[in-house]
Every structure is written in structure tokens, then in C-alpha cells.
């Protein structure tokens, strides 16, 4: 057979008292050139069968033992050298030593897998004997003597290719076990980690912040944890592109490890993270002192707010970041990221780019709300709401012009509810269309009975609030429409009044929406006008139909009499828009008789009612024998 040249060298180990016996394995296994032309040679001259054809020179290398012991050392000093035999040739009559059964024990402690072959003259029943004491059947053949050269070849080339399919499994099963080890740490290391910046992600820091609550940090150390979010980052996105946005999310987390090292002032251990968009994570560990988490955020909003080169372009933004500390009591990881969370938008209607510590306050005001929006839910389904009535007055004619329906509600811990809270957590929590809904059908239908009751010949309006969030579903007109006209009154009958700050912060409002109610008949006034940062573009950008000036204004007009140009200014606009103008918070004389000199159409505030009921607001209809058309 040629030398194949895909099979290594492959190592034998002879274990024989008689060195002939090494040097009949040499012939036959590594044999020379000579020796090979000799046996043919040989085989012709006698007509005998030619030798069995036998590797060439280097396929097997031959190593041999006088002694069992000193075999064992060849044996233990090839593993060590990563060169282990493949087969051992072990003879069983040893001299005074190890015997052949502790030669062969000790091989296989010093390699296990070793392949032996028994060279033995033993009777078959000793040999079955022998193989019993041995065991391992699977690593081990028995050669009788005396043997056949073609015998000895045949078990070493069998046994070593064996040993070699074994060794080469063992390798792919390494393999596939590394590959599996690689795979799983990537997995793992995904589960934990956010795929844009790199940074622990919400997984990872629930576990980390809840491994410091149940290690109850001494007296002199602190945990905290800051909640981050880019302020303005959303503008960035719809603005230039979600790609330029990732970029800077990347480096905004880049930011972030490198200001979060300790100093001289603040010694601790620390790990930013992403929740998700554009809020980030910072758990603080082993701080001296709660307050210096403080130190910390003013250190991170000073690296945030330096400029950022994005893609070409030079954007500034700022962030808010809300702190809560271990000085407080958590139970959960996830309640002192809320807190932090509430702190977080605390800074943000304090003017942004700041910190801001969460307190005992924000606590009870959060329990507050959280009560409130379970609470609302059950009143809004049993119908536990009321509506309260305002009259609006016609300041020229000192007539009752209509109401304005306003949604209260008696919360049985907190009492009455301010309407600006109520709608907001109606608008939180998706109850503001049933909400509207209540109120603008228990309105109209108020109305429609006393229009039937009181009505002399002129309309009496009624005012209901409507958030510019509805505005956004295209079936909302269709849904007040549909109710006035089942009520049976005519559109003209109600106006919706919308707060200007939400319609300047609800950039989504739909345009088609205010046509459409407008169209139909139904006044459309702005709300709190005044209050807003750009209460004229309103005027130009929204059909309305009237606007209701903010109660400060009338104040401020009557308690500096310079202010009422500005007053005057707005009536004067308004006229120009071919608005109609309401007045509210009118609480005294000299402000009703400011409004009548402006020429201001309508007033409403306490000067002329309070919010009352039905039934009280039906006893100034009594009152009044006519009624003027609004």
C-alpha cells in the first residue's frame, strides 16, 4: 500500500522483555526500502504469495519498552507532549515490575483511550480469563503467539484508524461545543444588551438594581438610579431621518461611559443603560452618600448638552434626568425606576436640560393619580360624573347669552377633582372619548329641554370642552354631529371650546376636522387665548369661530390699566377674524364695566354664577325673559 497522505504519522508502543521482538514489529511496521525489494524477492524466488502490501516509510513510527514501567513513562510522556500512541503492543510475561494486567491498567490511567493489543501464548481459557480481569472490550484484542506479520499489520492499521476516527469525532464534538458555547454567550449577551449603542439594556439593569436591593448596602453606602430622556430628540428624528437619529443615539451612549467615572468628590461603581428610543438608564453603586448622585446628573447634562456632529449637520439638544436613591425604601427594581421616571418628567415641565430628586411629594402625587385613573374608569362606566353649568353673559344686553357644561366629579377620598386633572387623566388613560361623549349628550339634551321649555324666539348655546386629541379620529365629528342631530338641536346651538396649549402642542390636529365642524354650524372657539407662545398663529392657522380670553388678561387689564391696550388689542383682532369674544374669570364690577368700555361681547365668571346644576341654571332662565341670540 502507498503512504496515504491524508493519515498523520501514527505512534505505536511496543511493551516486550525481548528486544528481537522490537525488531520484528520494526520490520513489519516501519520497514526500509531494502527490507520491502528483500521480501519480494524472496516471495518470487520461492513462488510464494507475495507479503501483504505494507505502509511506507513514515506512516508509522515505533517506540519500545524492555520493562511495563517504562512504558507507562513513554506512554504519559507522549500526552503531556500532545502526541499520544494510538496502539500499544503489550506481552503479558513480564520480568519482576509490572506485570502485563498493571501495565495495561496503567496505561489506560494515563490514556484512557488508548487502543491495546494483548501479545500473549496463553490458553484460550486463560485468555477468557484475561479479558474478564481487563474489561473495556471495546479497546482491546488479543495477538497470539507465535504471529503472523500480516496479522500484526492488519490490528495496527485497524486500531489506529480507529483511534483516529475517534480523535477526529472528539475534535468535531469540540468544535460543535465551542461553536454552541460562542452561540450562546452571542445570545445571552443579546438578551442583555441593547443592539444600537451596545449599553445594558432594561433586562440586565432590573438584575443589577435588584442584587443591590437584596444586598441592603451599609449605612455609608447608597445606590441611585438617574433616568434619562433627550430632550427635543423626536424632532430630530421627523426632521432629519431615523438614520440620523440612531447615530446619535450611539453617540449620546458613548457619552455616557465616558463621563461615568469616578472622582475625587464621588467614588462609585456604575452601568448606563438603554430602556429603549431615547431613554437611558444610570445605576449608581457604592456611593459615600445619596446627594451625590446630584453631582453626577450635573455631570452627565453638561457632556449631553455639548454640540453634536451628526452626519453633517451641528445639532444642540439638551436632556431631562430624574434621581431617586436607595435612601428611600424599594422593594422592586422596577417601582425606583418609576420613581426616577416621575422625577424625569418633573424636569421636563420645569423648563428642561435639568435634574431633578425625586420626593415625598411626587410619591403621594403618583398614588394620587394611579387612584385617580382606577377610580375614573368606574365612574366614567356607571356614569358617576356630572356636568355643572356656567352662565356666559351678552355684556351689551345684560342678557344670559347660554353655559358652558362643565364635567365635574366628587372623588370619594379626594373630593372634588379639578377639571384640567380630570381631563388629563381621562386623555392618559383612553377614556376621554367616552368622557366627551357623557358630557356633550347630557349637554344637548339639557339643552333641547330647555330650548323647548324657555326658548322665545332665540337660540341658547351651550359651550362644551373638547380635546384636540379627538381631532385626530376621523370619526369624531361624525359621532358629535350623529348625537345632535338624535337629540334633535340645531348645530348651531353648541360650540366646543379647545385650550390653545393643547392645540399648539398637538401638532397632529386635523385640519379637515375643524372644516367639517365648522361646516356643520358649530362654533369652534380657542380656549385660554393668551396663554400660549404664539396665540396669533393660532388665528391663521385654525378656522375658529370665536375665542375666549384667559382670566389673566382680564385681571391684569383691570389692575393696570396700561395692560387693557393689550385687551384691546385682542378684541381688535378678533373683530378682524370675525370673532366673537368671550371674556372669562369676570369676578368684579370694574372688570365688567372695563370689558363693556373694550366692547368685549360676552362674559362669564363668578360676577355673574358660579358652576351650578341643572336645576339652578334652569332658575336663571326663569328669571330672564329673553334670551339673546349668542
Known amino acids: 500500500m502507498s503512504a496515504n497522505p491524508q493519515l498523520p504519522v501514527r505512534r505505536l508502543l511496543v511493551i516486550d522483555d525481548n528486544a528481537a521482538i522490537h525488531g520484528d514489529f520494526r520490520k513489519i511496521l516501519t520497514p526500509t526500502s531494502a527490507t520491502d525489494a528483500l521480501d519480494s524477492a524472496k516471495a518470487a524466488f520461492l513462488g510464494a504469495p507475495a507479503a501483504p502490501k505494507r505502509p511506507a516509510r513514515g506512516s508509522f513510527s515505533l517506540d519500545a519498552a524492555l520493562q511495563g514501567r517504562e512504558g507507562v513513562e513513554l506512554a504519559a510522556a507522549a500526552v503531556r507532549a500532545g502526541a499520544p500512541y494510538l496502539v500499544a503492543f503489550v506481552d503479558m510475561r513480564m520480568p519482576p515490575g509490572l506485570d502485563g494486567v498493571q501495565t495495561i491498567h496503567e496505561l489506560w490511567r494515563v490514556d484512557p483511550e488508548l487502543q491495546v493489543v494483548i501479545c500473549t501464548a496463553y490458553s484460550d481459557q486463560a485468555l477468557d480469563k484475561l479479558a474478564d480481569e481487563l474489561g473495556r472490550s471495546d479497546q482491546l484484542l488479543i495477538l497470539k503467539k507465535p504471529f503472523d506479520p500480516a496479522e500484526v499489520y492488519q490490528l495496527a492499521e485497524a486500531l489506529s484508524r480507529k483511534r483516529l476516527a475517534q480523535q477526529a469525532a472528539a475534535m468535531k464534538l469540540d468544535e460543535l461545543e465551542r461553536l454552541v458555547r460562542e452561540r450562546t454567550a452571542e445570545i445571552e449577551h443579546a438578551m442583555l444588551h441593547d443592539k444600537l449603542t451596545g449599553l445594558p439594556n432594561r433586562t440586565q439593569v432590573l438584575t443589577r438594581l435588584e442584587a443591590c436591593m437584596q444586598r441592603r448596602p451599609r449605612a455609608d453606602q447608597a445606590f441611585a438610579v438617574l433616568f434619562i430622556d433627550l430632550d427635543g430628540f423626536k424632532l430630530v428624528n421627523d426632521s432629519l431621518g431615523h438614520e440620523v437619529g440612531d447615530l446619535l443615539l450611539i453617540e449620546v451612549a458613548g457619552r455616557l461611559r465616558n463621563s461615568l467615572r469616578a472622582s475625587d468628590l464621588v467614588a462609585y461603581s456604575t452601568m448606563p443603560a438603554r430602556l429603549g428610543g431615547d431613554e437611558f438608564i444610570v445605576l449608581l453603586e457604592d456611593l459615600r452618600q445619596g446627594r451625590d448622585s446630584a453631582r453626577v446628573a450635573e455631570r452627565l447634562l453638561r457632556a449631553l448638552a455639548e454640540p453634536y456632529e451628526i452626519a453633517g449637520n451641528r445639532l444642540l439638544l439638551s436632556a431631562s434626568v430624574g434621581v431617586t436613591t436607595s435612601e428611600r425604601t424599594y422593594e422592586r427594581p422596577i417601582d425606583m425606576i418609576r420613581d426616577a421616571d416621575t422625577a424625569m418628567y418633573r424636569a421636563k415641565a420645569a423648563g428642561r436640560g435639568r435634574y431633578v430628586l425625586f420626593d415625598q411629594a411626587m410619591h403621594e402625587e403618583v398614588m394620587r393619580r394611579l387612584s385617580l385613573e382606577t377610580a375614573l374608569r368606574h365612574a366614567v362606566s356607571q356614569d358617576e360624573l356630572y356636568v355643572a353649568y356656567q352662565p356666559i353673559i351678552n355684556l351689551a344686553a345684560g342678557e ?82 350623529g348625537t345632535i342631530r338624535e337629540i334633535g338641536i340645531a348645530p348651531k346651538s353648541m360650540a366646543f371650546e379647545i385650550t390653545e396649549t393643547m392645540v399648539l402642542s398637538d401638532r397632529g390636529c386635523s385640519r379637515s376636522a375643524f372644516d367639517a365642524l365648522q361646516q356643520t354650524g358649530i362654533w369652534v372657539h380657542l380656549d385660554d387665548f393668551g396663554t400660549g407662545y404664539s396665540s396669533l398663529s393660532c388665528l391663521y392657522r385654525w378656522p375658529f369661530s370665536g375665542l375666549k380670553i384667559d382670566r389673566e388678561f382680564v385681571r391684569e387689564a383691570c389692575a393696570r390699566r396700561e395692560h387693557s391696550i393689550v385687551l384691546r388689542a385682542i378684541v381688535d383682532i378678533a373683530r378682524a377674524f370675525g370673532l366673537r369674544v368671550i371674556a372669562e374669570g369676570v369676578e368684579t364690577t370694574e372688570q365688567h364695566e372695563l370689558l363693556k368700555e373694550l366692547r368685549v361681547e360676552y362674559g362669564q365668571g363668578y360676577l355673574y354664577g358660579k358652576p351650578c346644576s341643572a336645576a339652578e341654571a334652569e332658575s336663571l332662565l326663569m328669571d330672564m325673559p329673553t334670551l339673546c341670540h349668542a
Do not use: C
Open 400 to 481: 344670559l347669552a347660554g353655559f358652558e357644561a362643565l364635567v365635574r366629579w366628587n372623588h370619594p377620598k379626594y373630593g372634588s377633582v379639578p377639571a384640567n386633572e380630570l381631563v388629563s387623566v381621562a386623555e392618559e388613560t383612553g377614556l376621554i372619548q367616552q368622557l366627551t361623549d357623557n358630557v356633550l349628550r347630557a349637554a344637548a339634551g339639557q339643552l333641547a329641554r330647555w330650548q323647548a321649555a324657555y326658548n322665545r324666539g332665540r337660540e341658547l348655546v351651550v359651550s362644551v370642552n373638547l380635546s384636540p386629541r379627538l381631532l385626530l379620529d376621523p370619526e369624531t365629528v361624525n359621532r358629535i354631529v
